[in-house]
C-alpha cells in the first residue's frame, strides 16, 4: 500500500530518516521497477543556505506546497528528486541520493543517477506522490537506529552545523562514504 500523506507531514530530518529502507516504485508501460531508498538528504528554508528555498521563485513555491508533492529540479544536466515535507507553507523537502534496485539492474549510486535509471525526469514535478499511478512509496522493512549514519550533505559549498544526510550502514548502494 501506498505511503499515505501522513508520512510526509513530519520535518524534513524525520522523514528523510524514516524513507530509509522504503520501497520506491517506478511504472514504466507494464513494468514495475522497485528500489529501496539507502541515502537521503533534509533540506529547510531560507534559513538552510544548501537549500534551494534560498532562491525566490518556482523551487522555493513548491517546497512551500503541501506534504507529499515531488519536486524535481536540475543541477549539472542532471534531474534531481524530493518529497515536500512538513506544513504546507514552511519550506521543507527531503532529497533521493541513493537507491538500491530489487528487480532491475542500474547504476543508482546517486541523485542525478537515479533518476536517469527509473527515467524521472520534470514531468513529475509537482505531482503528489500519495497519488501518482506512474511513481510511488511503500513501506519497506524498518531499518533500526543504530544503522543509520548520519552526516553532513554532500557536494553543499554552505552547510548548516546539523548532520542532515541519513544512509543505511554498510549498503553498498550508498553515493559516498
Given at each position: 500500500m501506498?505511503?499515505?500523506?501522513?508520512?510526509?507531514?513530519?520535518?524534513?530530518?524525520?522523514?528523510?530518516?524514516?524513507?530509509?529502507?522504503?520501497?520506491l516504485?517506478?511504472?514504466?508501460?507494464?513494468?514495475?521497477?522497485?528500489?529501496?531508498?539507502?541515502?537521503?538528504?533534509?533540506?529547510?528554508?531560507?534559513?538552510d543556505?544548501?537549500s534551494?528555498?534560498?532562491?525566490?521563485?518556482?523551487?522555493?513555491k513548491?517546497?512551500?506546497?503541501?506534504?507529499?508533492?515531488?519536486?524535481?529540479?536540475?543541477v549539472?544536466?542532471?534531474?534531481?528528486?524530493?518529497?515536500?515535507?512538513?506544513k504546507?507553507g514552511?519550506?521543507?523537502a527531503?532529497?533521493?541520493r541513493?537507491?538500491?534496485?530489487?528487480?532491475?539492474?542500474?547504476?543508482?549510486?546517486?541523485?542525478?543517477?537515479?533518476t536517469?535509471?527509473?527515467?524521472?525526469?520534470?514531468?513529475?514535478?509537482?505531482?503528489?506522490?500519495?497519488?501518482?499511478?506512474e511513481?510511488?512509496l511503500?513501506?519497506?522493512?524498518?531499518i533500526?537506529?543504530?544503522?543509520?549514519?548520519?552526516?553532513?550533505?554532500?557536494?553543499?559549498k554552505?552547510?548548516?552545523?546539523?548532520?542532515?544526510?541519513?544512509y543505511?550502514?554498510?549498503?553498498?548502494?550508498v553515493?559516498?562514504?
Amino acid at each position: 500500500m501506498p505511503l499515505q500523506r501522513e508520512f510526509f507531514l513530519k520535518s524534513a530530518e524525520e522523514v528523510a530518516k524514516e524513507l530509509l529502507g522504503k520501497i520506491l516504485s517506478r511504472r514504466i508501460g507494464d513494468v514495475v521497477l522497485t528500489a529501496k531508498i539507502v541515502e537521503t538528504e533534509a533540506y529547510y528554508g531560507e534559513e538552510d543556505p544548501a537549500s534551494r528555498a534560498c532562491q525566490n521563485g518556482d523551487l522555493k513555491k513548491t517546497m512551500e506546497k503541501e506534504a507529499g508533492t515531488i519536486l524535481v529540479y536540475g543541477v549539472h544536466n542532471n534531474w534531481l528528486i524530493n518529497f515536500v515535507t512538513g506544513k504546507e507553507g514552511k519550506a521543507e523537502a527531503v532529497l533521493l541520493r541513493a537507491l538500491e534496485p530489487l528487480n532491475f539492474s542500474g547504476n543508482t549510486k546517486g541523485p542525478g543517477l537515479l533518476t536517469k535509471v527509473l527515467r524521472i525526469d520534470k514531468s513529475f514535478h509537482k505531482k503528489d506522490i500519495c497519488n501518482c499511478e506512474e511513481l510511488w512509496l511503500e513501506d519497506g522493512k524498518a531499518i533500526k537506529e543504530e544503522e543509520v549514519v548520519e552526516s553532513y550533505r554532500i557536494g553543499v559549498k554552505k552547510d548548516l552545523k546539523k548532520k542532515l544526510r541519513f544512509y543505511i550502514k554498510n549498503s553498498e548502494w550508498v553515493s559516498k562514504k
